[in-house]
C-alpha cells in the first residue's frame, strides 16, 4: 500500500515552497533595485544634464554655426573611451569650438571599429 502524506505535512510542504518563493523574490528585488538605481544616475541623469547644457548654450548663441564629428573609439573600457572624447573635445577648442553634445553613432557605422563610434557635436562661439 502506497505511503500518502497527511493533510498537515501537504499543507506545511506548500508554506516551505512559497516561503522560498518569497525569498527568492526578495533577492531579486534587492539586486535589481540597486542596480535600477545605478542606471538612473550614472546614465539617464548626466544626459539628462547634457542636453539641458546644449540647449542652453543654443539658446545663447542663437545663430552660431554648429558642426558634428564621428569619433571612432577604439578601445572597449569606458576610461579609455572618456580619456579619447576628452581629447577629441580638447583638439576642437582652440579652432573655437564648444563641445555640445554627444550621441552614439549610427551601428552602421560604428560597427567597423572595436569600441564603437560616437556623434560629437560642436558649436562655434568664437572665432
Known amino acids: 500500500m502506497p505511503c500518502r502524506s497527511s493533510p ?3 499543507l506545511f510542504s506548500l508554506g516551505t515552497h512559497y516561503t522560498l518563493m518569497n525569498y527568492y523574490i526578495t533577492i531579486i528585488l534587492l539586486c535589481a533595485i540597486p542596480a ?3 542606471f538612473v544616475f550614472f546614465v539617464v541623469v548626466p544626459r539628462f544634464r547634457m542636453e539641458r547644457r546644449a540647449r542652453a548654450l543654443l539658446a545663447q548663441h542663437p545663430g552660431a554655426e554648429q558642426t558634428s564629428v564621428y569619433l571612432e ?3 572597449t573600457f569606458a576610461w579609455d573611451k572618456k580619456r579619447e572624447t576628452d581629447a577629441k573635445i580638447a583638439e576642437m577648442q582652440p579652432q573655437g569650438w ?4 554627444a550621441m552614439e553613432a549610427s551601428p552602421l557605422r560604428a560597427i567597423r571599429s572595436r569600441g ?3 556623434t560629437l557635436h560642436f ?3 568664437k572665432v
Open 8 to 10: 498537515v505535512a501537504q
Open 98 to 101: 564648444t563641445f555640445l553634445r
Open 73 to 75: 573609439l577604439h578601445s
Open 116 to 118: 564603437g563610434g560616437l
Open 36 to 38: 535600477f538605481l545605478l
Open 123 to 125: 558649436i562655434r562661439t
